[in-house]
């Protein structure tokens, strides 16, 4: 493409940024839609964060996405926040707007459509997350968003999965949300449930590991997310597999929150057939045959 005096710029805040892949979501995009559209990474140190928005205010970004450690701080910067990701306290999105940036959580919106692309719907199921850091606390919003009937954190440590129970019963105007042990998945007596899977247990180079191992534990549920895409199938969906249960990585998720940021800079809609072509560069890029 031809770089000149009306492309706009976009770009990635965070640290490390070198490795992202968000430059070639974003790139692509701009090439195959013929937008005048330039993606760069910006590496920002911890108590830069003031200074990067307003700077990148200032010389008419049109957009960014935050990513580690800054989804939290950034949110003091902004002129508006949507509704969601000021409930989940995590914003990896700005959009530019008359005075400042707006807020979202693409991160979100990225899995919600991953889960509608592979026909998993959230509405009237009982959803298992397991984990309870920052991913885990924003699908939690999601779930009560898309009127999952119960939803229950189970992690290591309870009092962090307490934390994020409390917080979505808060939001949800009511007690859907449940801290659990992971040690209790075992004998966890529901059925038919949903689990999506946010540790950082299996995550390349220890593919072989997952952190719920009960065999009853998979034999119950109906349907798994791994967010995990480097293995491209991580332990936790092997064991689905193996029980007979579709189980789905974090790939639709990345590309899907990369699409959604992307169509808000540029108030556009990209079709499938485009994201597909994006979802296959992904690949290539991350080394990933299958
Ligand atoms: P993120 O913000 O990306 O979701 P995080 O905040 O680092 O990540 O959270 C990592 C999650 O993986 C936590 O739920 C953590 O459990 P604890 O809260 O008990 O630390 C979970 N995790 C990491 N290593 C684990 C292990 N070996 N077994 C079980 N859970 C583990």
Redesign the pocket.
Known sequence: MDINGTTRVCGLIGNPVAHSISPVIHNRLAGLRGDNLVYATFKVEAGNVAEAVKGAYALDILGLNVTVPHKQAVIDELVDIDELAAAIGAVNTLVRTEGGFKGYNTDILGLDRELSDVGISLEDKCVVII??????RAIAFLCAGKKASEIYIM???LE?AQNIADAVNEYAKKDIAKAAG?SECGSFDKKDYIVIQ????GLHPHDDET?VTADEFYENAAAGVDIIYNPYETMFMKLMKKHGKPAYNGLKMLLYQGVAAYELWNDCKISSDMADIIYEDMKKELGISE
């Open positions: 984990g309870a850091g920052g991913a885990a992690n290591r440590t962090k992971i946010t540790t950082s247990v952190a």
